[in-house]
T-cell receptor, first 116, second 110 residues
Framework: GAVVSQHPSWVICKSGTSVKIECRSL??????MFWYRQFPKQSLMLMAT?????????EQGVEKDKFLINHASLTLSTLTVTSAHPEDSSFYIC????????????FGNGTRLTVT | RKEVEQDPGPFNVPEGATVAFNCTYS??????FFWYRQDCRKEPKLLMS???SGNEDGRFTAQLNRASQYISLLIRDSKLSDSATYLC???????????FGAGTRLFVKA
């Protein structure tokens, strides 16, 4: 089955630093990947849609200059949280689908970010 | 109105009980339907796709009613390990756009 790998699984950083999270599709090419954020006991919230070779599409209320997305190849998308603050502490998850049709989304294992 | 709505939950049931999750979607252009399971502090994992004719996988049965824009998931003989949040997911036609319900938390107790 389709596998999506995310790295790192968890990261602790100091306020003001930047953190990069990688999302890879291991056995398929993904022209589109999705980035979500989930706070404790809340629903998944779509942050942005990452498009290979073009700019990401951000959801309303998500700062594109703070959450930098790069989708440089068909198997890799990165999310960089710039100048992280404690309120950015959350569970970040990426996902991808094999195709636009009936294929479901497959999720990476998520990255738990803690900003101190 | 939310695009995908689920029972708010939580559901608290004893082992062996039958549990039904309901979900409605508002966009008639919705093409594909899925149920995911999410354990605490983990990523969502695909439980099963939902087909128009209805489908079953062991203790799990999913049904779709396109006319009513309604999806259901039935869990029979629930186990302690079924405790999780169940997410109703709808994928739009003609692209990758996928909408998630807020999820329904299930607690199965001994």
């Amino acid at each position: 089955g389709a596998v999506v790998s995310q790295h790192p699984s968890w990261v602790i950083c100091k306020s003001g630093t930047s953190v990069k999270i990688e999302c890879r599709s291991l056995d398929f090419q993904a022209t589109t990947m999705f980035w979500y954020r989930q706070f404790p006991k809340q629903s998944l919230m779509l942050m942005a849609t990452s498009n290979e070779g073009s700019k990401a599409t951000y959801e309303q209320g998500v700062e594109k200059d703070k959450f930098l997305i790069n989708h440089a190849s068909l198997t890799l998308s990165t999310l960089t949280v710039t100048s992280a603050h404690p309120e950015d502490s959350s569970f970040y998850i990426c996902s991808a689908s094999v195709n636009e049709g009936h294929s479901p989304l497959h999720f990476g294992n998520g990255t738990r970010l803690t900003v101190t | 109105r939310k695009e995908v709505e689920q029972d708010p939950g939580p559901f608290n049931v004893p082992e062996g009980a039958t549990v039904a999750f309901n979900c409605t979607y508002s966009n008639s252009a919705s093409q594909s339907f899925f149920w995911y399971r999410q354990d605490c502090r983990k990523e969502p994992k695909l439980l099963m796709s939902v087909y128009s004719s209805g489908n079953e996988d062991g203790r799990f049965t999913a049904q779709l009613n396109r006319a009513s824009q309604y999806i259901s998931l039935l869990i029979r003989d629930s186990k302690l390990s079924d405790s999780a949040t169940y997410l109703c997911v709808v994928k739009m036609g003609g692209g990758f756009k996928t909408i998630f319900g807020a999820g329904t938390r299930l607690f199965v107790k001994a």
